[in-house]
């Protein structure tokens, strides 16, 4: 899969049923010797976002259980 098509999926925690915000608006952490996708950093933003800090998660790639045509499904940290 390329990384392209991941961009506009929702990422969801199965454990919590949370929605962790687009894949898109995501920053990922690489390891700059082997290029790998370590974890990725979500940004939930909000219609109120300048009332509120926006919250940020980082999750490990290794957390990601089930990737499907509209979503990203984790477990929980």
Do not use: H
């Not at 290029?35 to 999750?59: D, Y």
């Amino acid at each position: 899969m390329k990384l392209s098509e991941l961009y506009n999926k929702e990422i969801i925690n199965i454990d919590t049923g949370e929605n962790l915000g687009i894949f898109g608006d995501c920053d990922l952490i690489l390891n700059e010797k082997t290029g790998e996708i370590i974890s990725f950093v979500s940004g939930q933003s909000s219609n109120f976002s300048f009332f509120k800090e926006q919250k940020k998660r980082e999750v490990s790639w290794k957390n990601i259980k089930k990737i499907g045509s509209d979503m990203i499904i984790i477990e929980d940290i």
